[in-house]
């Protein structure tokens, strides 16, 4: 996972090798808008994991359990040196920071951080599966992704984001 390079004196450096993961955030409790813009400042982590891109806020109605109030959504890219599982617990960190609760399945919260794309990976794994399982069924995660990566791939549906969402 680490590269090794010689600087101008000969003596060698350490860099992290960088992958691109897409990260899409939500919030419904409280100030919605500063829920969402403390997240993205959180997942600049160290100099393991630093955001590139960030989308345009919208606002959608919940899926799932709809007796709650309409959500805020927004999708981030981020370069990052994290492992899958790290950033996860990354993400987990964040939103226990900004003081979500799991009370309801898809109920409201203050923020949700989901892991959409980390590069080309496919991974099924007890606690993340890559790329997020429902991705393609939601417009609140298509849309901002297609507006700042619309030629991301998603390697199980083998086609562009873009190619993904046409709307």
Not at 64 to 73: C, K, R, T, V
Not at 93 to 113: A, M
Not at 123 to 140: K, Q
Not at 147 to 165: Q, R, S
């Amino acid at each position: 996972m680490r590269q090794l390079s010689l600087n101008a004196s000969g003596v060698i450096l350490m860099k992290h090798k960088r992958y691109t993961a897409y990260i899409g955030i939500g919030s419904n409790m409280g100030d919605r808008e500063s829920n969402l813009r403390n997240a993205i400042a959180l997942l600049n982590y160290e100099d393991k994991a630093m955001v590139t891109a960030v989308s345009s806020f919208i606002n959608t109605a919940p899926v799932g359990y709809a007796e709650q109030p309409d959500f805020l959504n927004a999708v981030v890219e981020i370069a990052t040196a994290l492992s899958p599982q790290k950033l996860l617990w990354l993400c987990s960190e964040i939103e226990n920071k900004l003081k979500r609760k799991r009370t309801i399945r898809w109920g409201p919260r203050t923020i949700d951080l989901d892991i959409l794309l980390y590069n080309d990976l496919i991974l099924n794994e007890d606690n993340l599966i890559i790329p997020h399982p429902r991705m393609s069924e939601r417009e609140f995660v298509l849309k901002p992704l297609k507006e700042i990566a619309p030629g991301a791939f998603h390697p199980v549906l083998k086609k562009t984001i873009e190619e993904i969402y046409c709307g």
